[in-house]
């Protein structure tokens, strides 16, 4: 049973470009979170999705963020024309049910925007 | 307004001793989750410890328990017998009963040979 899966690992990207972060949700999970990580500090919240339904993007920036969960396939955290700002950790998380009793991470996304 | 503190940014502990990781809270809803979760260098966040805010006894998961002072607001993560793999960073989370975590700052946790 393989656990939350985040591609690539590593991603590196110049200012302007855009970028896909890819999160697979443990198996029959349909819940599934992204949070942002900068150097030396806590997890930020950004969205929670469920299939097909953005449920609360409070922790997202309003430009050049997007988040969705189609009914086949990965979460996918998009974000365009990035700028160095935008380089931190991003993971996603997955749960079963709506309470975060059990909320299962992936390895998180390293971004680095030159 | 809900915040989780942590006011321990680094901790040096001799091997096999145990060891208290602080956290406090702020909050006045009367239902909320804590959570622990280590961070290795490697990056991933492996999930800890979970305990209820309505929990009549405090959670225990193998050699890591929470010690859960509702009145103070606070839930501090003890590792007994700690062991050389515990190096990692420790944070400190709630939920506010939003679907949404709230983290604290981390706390780095060095375990001395």
């Known amino acids: 049973n393989a656990g939350v899966m985040q591609n690539p690992r590593h991603l590196v990207r110049r200012r302007g470009q855009e970028a896909r972060l890819r999160c697979s949700p443990m198996k029959g999970h349909s819940h599934v979170y992204w949070y942002r990580q900068l150097p030396e500090e806590g997890l930020k919240f950004m969205v929670y999705?469920?299939?097909?339904?953005?449920?609360?993007e409070s922790g997202m920036p309003k430009e050049r963020f997007s988040a969705e969960f189609p009914k086949e396939g990965p979460s996918i955290l998009r974000i365009q024309q990035v700028v160095r700002g935008d380089s931190a950790a991003y993971f996603c998380a997955s749960s079963l049910m709506v309470s975060n009793e059990k909320l299962f991470f992936g390895s998180g996304t390293q971004l680095s925007v030159l | 307004a809900q915040k989780i503190t942590q006011t321990q940014p680094g901790m040096f502990v001799q091997e096999k001793e145990a060891v208290t990781l602080d956290c406090t809270y702020d909050?006045?809803?009367?239902?909320?989750?804590l959570f622990w979760y280590k961070q290795p260098s490697s990056g991933e966040m492996i999930f800890l410890i979970y305990q209820g805010s309505y929990d009549q006894q405090n959670a225990t998961e193998g050699r890591y328990s929470l010690n859960f002072q509702k009145a103070r607001k606070s839930a501090n993560l003890v590792i007994s017998a700690s062991q050389l793999g515990d190096s990692a960073m420790y944070f400190c989370?709630?939920?506010?009963?939003?679907?949404?975590?709230?983290f604290g700052t981390g706390t780095r946790l060095t375990i001395i040979p």
């Open positions: 989370a709630m939920d506010f009963g939003n679907e949404k975590l709230t």
């Open positions: 999705l469920q299939k097909e339904n953005i449920i609360d």
């Open positions: 909050t006045s809803d009367p239902s909320y989750g």
